[in-house]
């Protein structure tokens, strides 16, 4: 039997689960499904991501296509995917490369993931909003409503896919028998996600400087602060604690314990985001800005350079 000490959080959970539960964000599924009521599910993008992946390979190439379709017709859902695209190709290159202790496991793993992201974008396009996860809702939800500047899809983007997503990425795959070696790779994965989420701060800069956007590096600095209420090694770490929680702790016990500890965090996280402190003249400075240029290309071009 597991220990019950082991499910009380650490001193820095239990910060962020506080932040969390004060963090409050006033989107309602209903309120979502009435702001887009008239808008279409896309077939042609349904068409590109209602299969499940198959494999790695699989989820290279139909997370690209993907985000080359959205960022064409100008869709800002297409920000987070510009870099996760690039992501899941290194992971790829890795795999082939012999990087990982446990190959098989590591591509079952990255195609998990991807599943996460798959299902919750779907379920957006099909505007079956009670279904999806908290933290996907209000990052699609704002990218829809065109509330945010393109920094903010991307890091609400990435916070609903590590935060929330990680953790069931690594149920679904599970992280038994060898354990150790799981969390060996678990770790290298997590190295390429810190890449990530660098890049995509340096992307970020890069994009808006080009455009003759200044200022958003003091606006988001530092990422990962704003990333997570964790940070981002912590968030990775919260993930296989939150794994290890599901597989050791009984079912009934385990389960909610970590539901409510993953929405919570990432949630609060998502609210952080969406009210960043900057003042309201700031915000309507850079949606102007960005009303006149292509931020979203540029952020693309600045990840090609890096990637």
Do not use: C
Not at 103 to 112: D, F, K, M, S
Not at 160 to 166: F, K, V
Not at 245 to 260: C, F, I, N, Q, S
Not at 279 to 294: F, K
């Amino acid at each position: 039997m597991t220990p019950i000490r082991t499910a009380v959080p650490t001193a820095e959970e239990a910060r962020a689960l506080f932040a969390g539960i004060r963090q409050t964000v006033d989107v309602e599924a209903d309120d979502v499904a009435e702001s887009l009521a008239d808008d279409e599910p896309d077939p042609a993008l349904l068409d590109l991501v209602s299969e499940p992946f198959a494999s790695v390979a699989d989820v290279d190439e139909r997370l690209a296509r993907t985000e080359s379709y959205l960022r064409e017709r100008g869709d800002r859902r297409a920000v987070f995917l510009t870099v996760y695209s690039r992501m899941t190709a290194t992971v790829r290159d890795a795999i082939d490369d012999g990087a990982f202790v446990d190959p098989e496991w590591t591509a079952a793993y990255l195609v998990a993931f991807a599943e996460r992201y798959r299902r919750a974008l779907v379920a957006f396009e099909r505007r079956a909003f009670d279904s999806l996860p908290r933290p996907w809702l209000l990052a699609f939800a704002a990218a829809a409503r065109g509330e945010t500047v393109v920094a903010q899809d991307a890091l609400l983007g990435i916070n609903a896919h590590i935060t929330y997503d990680l953790t069931y990425a690594l149920g679904d795959v599970g992280i038994d028998p060898d354990r150790g070696a799981k969390l060996e790779d678990h770790d290298r994965i997590n190295a390429i996600l810190a890449r990530l989420v660098q890049t995509a701060q340096d992307a970020l800069v890069e994009a808006y400087d080009a455009v003759g956007i200044a200022g958003i590096d003091r606006l988001f600095d530092p990422l990962d602060d704003r990333l997570a209420l964790l940070g981002l090694r912590g968030v990775r770490e919260f993930a296989w604690r939150n794994a290890v929680l599901r597989a050791d702790l009984p079912k009934w016990a385990g389960e909610p314990y970590v539901d409510w500890r993953t929405e919570t965090v990432a949630t609060g996280a998502a609210a952080v985001l969406l009210a960043p402190e900057f003042d309201a003249a700031e915000s309507a400075r850079l949606r102007d800005g960005e009303a006149d240029a292509d931020v979203a290309n540029a952020f693309d071009e600045a990840v090609r350079r890096r990637m």
